[in-house]
């Protein structure tokens, strides 16, 4: 698996708003300057956090985003899940996918199983609130 610069800056804006929801909206201009993420980029990755309920949006003067959840109840998985569209470490665990003809006879099935068993175990226990707690100490 192979997080993209999209999921990774989706949790760091996560976080900044996080850190700062008790400043109301934050503007997408102070988001993008915090993390030295183009406003442009940061557009395409707010729209997808909005459209699945994760941010409240408002243009105009006092606009801006804010979470629309507690940051305790976003959890690393599901917003990976969302950016990434899967975290499954190879394609025939991906969900909607066929099941691959040779699963019963594939020795590298059960291994691939527990690792996304592991992955997604570990990602669905860090939430937004535990990156907020993080200063370059490991989790």
Same mark, same amino acid.
């Given at each position: 698996m /192979?997080?993209?610069?999209?999921?990774?800056?989706?949790?760091?804006? /996560?976080?900044?708003?996080?850190? @700062? $929801?008790?400043?109301?909206?934050?503007?997408?201009? +102070?988001?993008? +300057?915090? $993390?030295? %993420?183009?406003?442009?980029?940061?557009?395409? %990755? &707010?729209?997808? &956090?909005?459209r699945? !309920?994760?941010?409240?949006?408002? *243009?105009?003067?006092?606009g801006?985003?804010?979470?629309?959840?507690? =940051?305790e109840?976003?959890?690393?998985? +599901?917003?990976?899940?969302?950016?990434?569209? #899967? %975290?499954?470490?190879v394609?025939?665990?991906?969900?909607?996918?066929?099941?691959?003809? *040779?699963v $019963?006879?594939? =020795? #590298? @099935? =059960?291994?691939?199983? +527990? /690792?996304?068993?592991? %992955?997604?175990g570990?990602?669905?226990?860090? #939430?937004?609130? !535990? &990156?907020? &707690?993080?200063?370059?100490? @490991?989790?």
């Amino acid at each position: 698996m /192979l997080v993209s610069t999209k999921g990774r800056y989706a949790l760091r804006v /996560l976080v900044d708003l996080a850190r @700062h $929801q008790g400043e109301g909206r934050v503007p997408l201009k +102070e988001v993008a +300057e915090r $993390q030295g %993420i183009s406003e442009k980029y940061l557009e395409n %990755i &707010l729209a997808v &956090l909005v459209r699945s !309920d994760m941010l409240s949006g408002m *243009r105009g003067k006092g606009g801006g985003y804010r979470l629309t959840r507690a =940051p305790e109840s976003y959890t690393v998985g +599901e917003v990976l899940r969302l950016t990434e569209g #899967t %975290i499954a470490p190879v394609s025939c665990l991906e969900n909607g996918c066929e099941t691959c003809e *040779r699963v $019963q006879g594939c =020795p #590298t @099935h =059960p291994l691939w199983m +527990e /690792l996304d068993r592991r %992955i997604s175990g570990y990602l669905d226990n860090v #939430t937004v609130a !535990d &990156l907020c &707690l993080v200063e370059g100490k @490991h989790l």
